[in-house]
């Protein structure tokens, strides 16, 4: 997945089977490669008996897989162009199923929430069981799933709101608001009361006291009372109407609402009959359309407002994919710069920039066809899938930087057939390798709760496949045609008698370097990490440095995790200019008392009558109340009405007959409990419900224990009880976020496992292996908490992504650091470093690049990204060039 991968070691002494004839590489290296396999199963020099062969080791497979690759390298070498056109048209037949990307709307609920969440169960016994009727009898806790609405907040730019004129403001705005008409194209209108939600025949008011105020223009704002405020012997609800407030004296239940800094309107549509919910979306659309232009008509000189709506955080959610469609653009001009810089040789017959810019579209067709397949067989294509050519993008660049190395380790003197061939051979372990890990990674995905992740790792991982595949067919055919390009340049130079030959080698090779027809390119940085770096790194003092280095850094690690907060903030769903983002601010600001009402719902028939069945459901219900997240003054049940309903009238409670002949006359007289009981036509109660109000549940971690919280007092309870809000829809994510994120982590980490126990079989590797991949997904996840990162399903993702990265990183510095033939601990990690530092060099600032501009996005989603990527990156390259080469020095 990254250019961890092996890079093929300066002059390995493994004998290359070319055309059937045994060629020794020169010398010149102290110990073999990795892909040459373990000293056991090394062919000897020349001239020296064989051993006896061993038995076969866990890491069989690696003989056979160099032997396929050199196979293939010897045949894409002679046929060149069948390898670079078969992949092309390849991309462009599976191209086409770009035409099926979708038009039509995410379903953020679908994709953002876990499948088979508890509350979707909850949800649709309540449609089953509980009837609403929103054209007459209209109320907003009883509904099932989220209604039209828009919703204003209006902050005072005074102490308090509660003076007649602000009041008088706020009542403009919204009768401007209640005044918009949608003009259709057939010209009949839309008007606001003929689309709101009702009770009885009129619209359901944005605001109790506001619509109690605009009728009685004499109320005394100066004596309300907070949260139930007592009008003629009518209570009206108050609590999620008024925000910032500074509450008096207690009378009863309620307090005296001494100031108050926000006031709510809430404007609920029809939703229920699908052709009433489409005029109510036109009237929404409209309003959004047009509601700034209401505001600078009103000219607000006390207030401040924002607003939104049922529909906005969808639009809202569409729009950020726009905003990260140029930063395509960036991203890929950014890589082969990088890319071309990486393989620039001042040597003309070595250079490779040519070849760099080939790799990057390399890549880019590998996204064309992994997308196109996903989409041609109907796998969703959601919005975070957006993230995945960016990451590809640095990642798929790392197998064209081995191969090119590869190739440069060979002679100019061989066939282009022979070069590919012992290039083929030397990568063939490293890049395989690689790519099984990360796919493997990314497929795990699979088994996440959340459909976003699934089909991320979907598209993701089936790219990655094509990446290897154009990487071994296509890219391994450029660098043929190219290294024909060599033998002509080299021949050119080289002649003896041509004319200006000093001037031409000054030009080609200004530093006069041109190599001989067997020489090697050895990169600055290669001989940089062996003779400086490594044996800096080596010292005493710096090994001591290093070491409370990492002290620092899993202390910090482990600090951060435990301050994580869990869950996507729908707010992040948008982007940060969005109207949205102030709304969401000014609500959590003043609006956070008070959380979700919530049902508390008895699911099956039981014999209300039963004095003692009744004491078993007042227990339950005191539970709730005494919970720490519910306020118990504003507990509403239709039981306890109904049994006072019957004592005043002189009625026995106790009697069953009595009990349920007096239900209809209850009704009534309390016709808002009328959806709340449910009697079947055999005269008895199937189910029915009450009403908690809970409280504090602002932050996240507050959110999933008031959820567990309540479940688990409703499952306890000796009546069958059930609880339900539909906000308890997206909360389930913040119970479910753990319990995923650590399934799929160990997933990962047990096929990384096998892997390296299959590929790499030695004990001590696979320990530091596991060390490793630990070590980082401890410090990713600690330090996301100190960079505002929430642990969400987009997180998740980058999580398991970084296990593949730590065992890039990890596997082969300490393989080559236990297969160094060195005699000290130190001299072997130098050549470690030598060997492998400026691949894990490369790969790390590969990928970063390619998702650095995501940092641009002004969309959550796309930052998060590009966050979590540069923390793997970050300290995956740290382990790997850092921390693992000291510690095996003390072991």
């Avoid at 009728?215 to 009372?225: G, Y």
């Avoid at 080939?358 to 899938?385: C, D, E, K, Q, T």
């Avoid at 609006?591 to 008895?602: E, T």
């Avoid at 079989?761 to 996301?784: E, K, Y």
């Amino acid at each position: 997945m990254i250019s961890s991968k092996v890079a093929p070691r300066e002059g390995s002494q493994r004998e290359m089977l070319s055309e059937g004839r045994l060629e020794a590489e020169p010398p010149g290296e102290a110990s073999p490669s990795w892909t040459a396999g373990p000293p056991s199963e090394r062919l000897p020099p020349l001239g020296q008996e064989a051993p006896l062969p061993r038995r076969c080791r866990t890491n069989c497979l690696e003989a056979p897989l160099s032997r396929c690759f050199q196979r293939l390298g010897a045949t894409v070498g002679t046929h060149p162009w069948l390898f670079l056109l078969g992949p092309v048209l390849l991309t462009a037949a599976l191209g086409t199923g770009l035409i099926f990307l979708p038009k039509e709307k995410e379903n953020l609920e679908e994709q953002y929430t876990p499948i088979g969440s508890p509350a979707k169960a909850e949800r649709r016994f309540v449609q089953g069981h509980f009837s609403t009727n929103d054209t007459y009898r209209f109320s907003a806790s009883r509904t099932s799933s989220e209604a039209n609405f828009a919703s204003i907040l209006v902050v005072t730019l005074t102490r308090s709101l509660l003076e007649p004129r602000i009041f008088t403001e706020v009542s403009k705005l919204d009768q401007a608001v209640q005044a918009l008409k949608v003009v259709q194209e057939n010209g009949t209108q839309i008007l606001y009361k003929e689309v709101c939600a009702k009770y009885k025949t009129l619209c359901v008011p944005p605001n109790p006291l506001l619509y109690a105020w605009q009728h009685h223009s004499t109320l005394n704002l100066s004596n309300i009372m907070f949260p139930l405020h007592n009008m003629s012997n009518h209570f009206i609800y108050l609590a999620s109407f008024f925000g910032g407030n500074v509450l008096g004296q207690a009378m009863g239940k309620s307090q005296r609402l001494v100031e108050s800094r926000a006031i709510r309107l809430l404007y609920y549509l029809k939703t229920e009959d699908p052709e009433d919910s489409e005029r109510s979306k036109a009237w929404l659309t409209h309003f959004l359309d047009h509601f700034n232009d209401v505001k600078s008509t009103l000219t607000l000189e006390e207030t401040e407002v924002v607003y939104f709506t049922s529909l906005s955080r969808q639009l809202e959610f569409e729009a950020t994919s726009k905003t990260v469609i140029p930063l395509f653009h960036l991203a890929y001009t950014l890589i082969i710069l990088f890319s071309v810089v990486s393989c620039f040789r001042l040597d003309c017959i070595r250079n490779k920039m040519m070849v760099a810019v080939f790799g990057v579209f390399n890549v880019a067709m590998s996204v064309v066809s992994g997308f196109g397949l996903m989409l041609h067989i109907g796998v969703p294509f959601v919005i975070i899938v957006a993230n995945s050519p960016f990451l590809i993008l640095g990642v798929g660049v790392d197998d064209m930087f081995i191969m090119i190395s590869a190739w440069q380790k060979t002679s100019l003197m061989e066939s282009i057939k022979e070069r590919l061939s012992n290039s083929y051979s030397k990568v063939a372990v490293s890049i395989t390798i690689t790519t099984i890990t990360n796919v493997l990674a990314f497929y795990t995905g699979i088994t996440s709760s959340f459909r976003s992740v699934q089909y991320f790792c979907i598209y993701t991982g089936t790219t990655l496949l094509f990446c290897y595949f154009y990487s071994i067919t296509c890219f391994g055919a450029i660098m043929a045609l190219d290294g024909k390009r060599e033998i002509a340049c080299f021949r050119w130079l080289d002649k003896p008698d041509q004319k200006y030959a000093s001037l031409k080698k000054s030009c080609c090779v200004p530093f006069g370097s041109a190599p001989d027809e067997h020489g090697e390119d050895k990169h600055p940085m290669n001989l940089f990490f062996r003779d400086y770096f490594g044996p800096l790194l080596t010292t005493a003092k710096a090994k001591f440095f290093v070491v409370l280095l990492y002290i620092f850094y899993i202390v910090s690690s482990i600090y951060g995790c435990f301050q994580v907060q869990e869950g996507l903030d729908l707010r992040n769903l948008a982007s940060d200019d969005s109207y949205i983002t102030p709304y969401f601010n000014v609500e959590e600001d003043y609006f956070s008392d008070y959380g979700p009402r919530v049902m508390v719902i008895v699911t099956q028939s039981v014999n209300y009558w039963d004095g003692d069945v009744r004491q078993k459901l007042d227990k339950c219900m005191i539970q709730f109340e005494e919970s720490e997240y519910v306020d118990k003054n504003l507990t509403e049940f239709w039981l306890g009405a109904y049994i006072q309903y019957l004592n005043n009238s002189g009625n026995d409670p106790n009697d069953k007959n009595t009990f349920m002949n007096s239900i209809s006359g209850f009704l009534e007289i309390s016709p808002i409990f009328t959806y709340d009981i449910n009697v079947s036509s055999s005269n008895e109660i199937t189910s029915s419900r009450g009403f908690i109000q809970t409280i504090g549940v602002s932050s996240s971690s507050n959110k999933k224990r008031m959820l567990l919280q309540i479940r688990g007092i409703a499952e306890n309870c000796e009546v069958p009880l059930m609880v339900y809000n539909q906000a308890f829809i997206y909360f389930d994510q913040y119970a479910a976020i753990i319990e995923n994120t650590v399934r799929n982590v160990m997933i990962a980490s047990t096929a990384m496992l096998i892997v390296s126990l299959l590929l790499i079989p030695h004990p001590v590797c696979s320990l530091w292996v596991t060390f490793a991949i630990a070590s980082v997904i401890v410090g990713v996840t600690g330090f996301m908490a100190f960079w505002n990162v929430n642990l969400d399903s987009i997180s998740m993702i980058n999580l398991v992504i970084c296990i593949g990265f730590s065992f890039d990183f990890s596997a082969h510095i300490s393989y080559a650091f236990i297969s160094s033939s060195e005699t000290s601990v130190n001299k072997k990690s130098i050549e470690a470093l030598y060997m492998l530092g400026y691949p894990v060099l490369q790969s790390a600032i590969s990928t970063i690049i390619g998702v650095c501009v995501l940092s641009a996005a002004k969309a959550y989603i796309f930052r998060t990204f590009f966050k979590i990527m540069f923390l793997v990156m970050f300290f995956g390259a740290a382990h790997g060039l850092i921390f693992i080469p000291v510690f095996l020095t003390f072991f």
